[in-house]
């Protein structure tokens, strides 16, 4: 293969008459440009040979397609590609030469067939797949739309109802589900699915098997009227749940286009809708998102040193505490046998039971049996002292958060833990080299931090210290994977990346309310701006103890910066804790329906007497826009500080980082991408604006000013930073 070019198709014809066309680049045969010229090549050699009857479409290695090389449009928006003519490869080669070439052709589908794989497999006469071929339109997930033929095939093929599921949820089907429904024609065993279509396709040739065009298909759309009403449904449903993004309404129109003017207008449509959303910003941000959640792995000198990882066998937890307990939970979950120890029979009874708990909703849910519930549970054991932990290869310490607990039970693990053993701690907040002072074992001391509820939190963060080895680092990074999480390998510091951003997010809210701003219409212009739910909310949901505990461990450590607001101490000592006292912020129904306060100007009021700052005129009648900028850019401040300081090594760990850990949104880019959107220049000059009004707390950092006197991204790699790692 020519280095420049990215994968191709190789096509061999057989004795039968059958062309074979293999999709070749790893790892999932993406349909690049040079994949999809190379086809068309192969298929006009293929038509005009006399000793080919009919084509038979495969993938190399187990894998049809994982789709149109996503990495294509990131070369569209740049300017380096130039995008072919609209509809080039859905309407001129994927419909006019494949679909409507007067020899058939058939899928041969192993593995995945996903986004443009699927789409090309639709335009095939017929599909056979193996029993584990994984079918889907994800594209919306990326910010674009199905744009080989997707939004016009799939409804063709399983009905509008099931096509709009799949398209607007982007989750595929299995094989047999996807034979039930009519989008696959037959399933069978891998070592037989070559021979099956070869033969498919000859028996297409001598009328033995139905010669089928998909985009005619007619039979499973609805008739106009009720067609109508379900697409207006589900743009109702659509505009609810992703207020803030256009292309999935645009993806509707190419639909109705296809159901109300026929088929062809509906590709019209499609390729030019296609085209038009590449352009939009929350696309650029859906792209950068997916390439930067697989590029959180690869850290430059650890995982680029040819370092394997060591096969963890056993892992022992300390404390089954909500924490504790979730982490148990994903780790059996993931087939790794857990010792969980607590103090006492009682502690130790209520950990193993959340456990259970957190696996039975499961089975409740229907996505566990019960067979699979009683392996699983049999995976746990229970312990009170340390005998067991002789042969652990990973002790994860999930204990509450107090230093000289933390450090004598890493005295204690040196003393029982095999010397090969990984000693982790759960710590939100804590300095990782004070909990390992009493140790000699700084090298495999490690931070292990998992957001709660810990088994279905996507978010790892793996903290390391100057001292902790490469070999450590490359093996959590393994049991991350392997246990379904997003890593993000970050430094010691307290609060590490997350909880470094989350802190002045929360202060900049209680400042504003401080100031006059109305706390409800804050929790409201966030949530449109696309968070799951607003500060105060989310304080209530967290509960006030933990909300003091976080916040104690900032000011302590970087009191420069933190506006120190009384307004959650005077409530707690209400007794007002947030949701689990029915009383925060908001006041809470049984059902946990949150109702607005009117008491809660009271603590407010007290809050502002004590700290001596006035009602500000200009913070009561904040814009939406103003309020969004005042919460979040003292996060983008605070984000530059742990990327200068090289607590994060890559501003697009920090992106991942602020999606997953904090529920930013994901169509925003992350943190650092959607600062960059609106420019470094911009926001210094607003944050500078503000520090010389409402003091420090608003003083943009030194990172940040450099960036910004020179015009440049707040992304770019940091060449000169010292780093801390
Ligand atoms: C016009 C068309 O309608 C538009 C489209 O087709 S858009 C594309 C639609 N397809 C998709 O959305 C699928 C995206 N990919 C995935 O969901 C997952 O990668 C997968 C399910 C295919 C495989 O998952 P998994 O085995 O966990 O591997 P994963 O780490 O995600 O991917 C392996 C590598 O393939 C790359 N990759 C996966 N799909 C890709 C694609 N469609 N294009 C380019 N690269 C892709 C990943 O970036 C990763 O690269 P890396 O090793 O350098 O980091």
Known sequence: MDSRTKGKTVMEVGGDGVAVITLINPPVNSLSFD???????????ALSRNDVKAIVITGAKGKFSGGFDISGFGEIQKGTRKEPKVGYISIDIITDLLEAARKPSVAAIDGLALGGGLELSMACHAR??????QLGLPELQLGVIPGFGGTQRLPRLVGLTKALEMILTSKPVRAEEGHSLGLIDAVVPSAELLTTARRWALDIVERRKPWISSLL???KLPPLGEAREILKFARGQTRKQAPNMKHPLMCLDALEMGIVSGPRAGLEKEAEVGSQVISLDTTKGLIHVFFSQRGTAKVPGVTDGGLVPRKIKKVAIIGGGLMGSGIATALILSNYPVILKEVNEKFLEAGIGRVKANLQSRVRKGSMSKEKF???????KGSLDYESFRDVDMVIEAVIENISLKQQIFADLEKYCPQHCILASNTSTIDLNKIGERTKSQDRIVGAHFFSPAHVMPLLEIVRTNHTSAQVIVDLLDVGKKIK?????????????????????TQAAMFLVERGADPYLIDMAISKFGMPMGPFRLCDLVGFGVAIATATQFIENFPERTYKSMIIPLMQEDKRAGEATRKGFYLYDDKRKAKPDPELKKYIEKARSISGGNVDPKLVKLSEKEIIEMTFFPVVNEACRVFAEGIAVKAADLD?????????PPYRGGIMFWADSMGSKYIYSRLDEWSKTYGDFFKPCAFLAERASKGAPLSAPVEQARSRL
Request: charged share 15%; with cysteine.
């Open 128 to 133: 056979i797949s193996t029993p584990g071929a």
């Open 35 to 45: 994949v999809l010229y190379n086809l068309k090549s192969n298929y006009e050699e």
């Open 217 to 219: 298909k007619t039979d």
């Open 374 to 380: 009683e392996k699983t549970m049999s995976l746990l």
């Open 485 to 505: 999480k997003t890593p993000v390998v970050v430094g010691n510091c307290t609060g590490f990346a997350v909880n470094r951003m989350f802190f002045p997010y």
């Open 656 to 664: 991942i980082a602020a999606i997953m850990g904090m529920g930013f």
